[in-house]
């Protein structure tokens, strides 16, 4: 499953690349992140902020240019946060995932005057750059790596946004939300136990020239 959709990202990604003038930009933003778990977890799980910072090209796929191909690289802080309570001790944990992201996705915007709205949807290669966690209980603190975290992410990403124009180019507002297809952990039981990262990211970012075909 995971080299079919790495095929998919790779060729979405070829096609973008070979089609009209692609516009760069910037963006950053932060990412409301958690995980989800089969079967689900005994303790206390809730979401945790992270940041993410990266560039993106944005192209025309039509001479409307209503239909458009985006690519983003991205620095993203994953992860969550879980309260339990263990021999009589309650501890808090904070788990965090970065990763560096390659993100394909088909933007459709609806162009007016001022602020053009979108739709958008695509893939999401994760590469994980580090997986750790930290307890903290009754003063005490220990800091560890994730023995069992996968090394690589696959998600989809939909969501909507506006772009705003601004100089030569745009201001572009982007909200997703990144629903993760990977089961993360790869122990032993990984067929009885998966865990499954998920987020709603806001960023805003600045194209330093218009896409068009």
């Given at each position: 499953?995971?080299?079919v ?8 990604a070829?096609?973008?690349i ?12 932060m ?9 689900e977890?005994d303790s ?6 992270g ?24 620095y993203?802080?994953?992860g969550?946060k879980?309260?339990?309570?263990s021999?009589?001790?309650?501890f808090?944990?904070?788990a ?6 390659l993100?394909?996705?088909?933007v ?9 709205p ?8 994760g ?6 966690g ?9 800091t560890?790596?994730f ?5 690589t ?23 997703i ?5 990977s ?11 998966s ?15 218009t896409?068009?075909?």
């Open positions: 499953m995971k080299k959709l790495c095929l998919l990202l790779v060729l979405l070829v096609t973008m070979a089609n009209a003038k692609p516009a760069f930009g910037i963006k950053a933003g990412n409301l992140a958690s995980v989800t778990t089969d079967p977890a206390d799980i809730s979401s945790k902020f940041i993410m910072l990266g560039g993106f090209a944005e192209m025309s796929f039509n001479s409307k240019n209503t239909i458009m191909g985006r690519g983003s690289v991205m993203v802080q994953k969550w879980e309260e339990y309570d021999f009589g001790d309650h808090e944990s904070t965090s995932v970065d990763e560096l992201v993100a394909p996705s088909v459709v915007r609806f162009p007016s005057k001022g602020f053009t979108f739709i958008q949807g695509g893939l999401e290669l590469l994980n750059l580090k997986a750790e930290k307890d903290e209980w009754n003063g005490e603190s220990e560890y790596d023995e069992n975290w996968s090394s992410n696959i998600g989809f990403n939909i969501g909507a946004g506006g772009a705003i124009p601004s100089g030569k180019g745009e201001i572009v507002i982007d909200l939300y990144n629903i993760g297809l089961n993360m952990y790869s122990g032993d039981n990984a067929d009885d136990y865990i499954k990262t998920n987020g709603i990211q806001l960023t805003l970012g600045y194209l330093f020239s896409p068009t075909k």
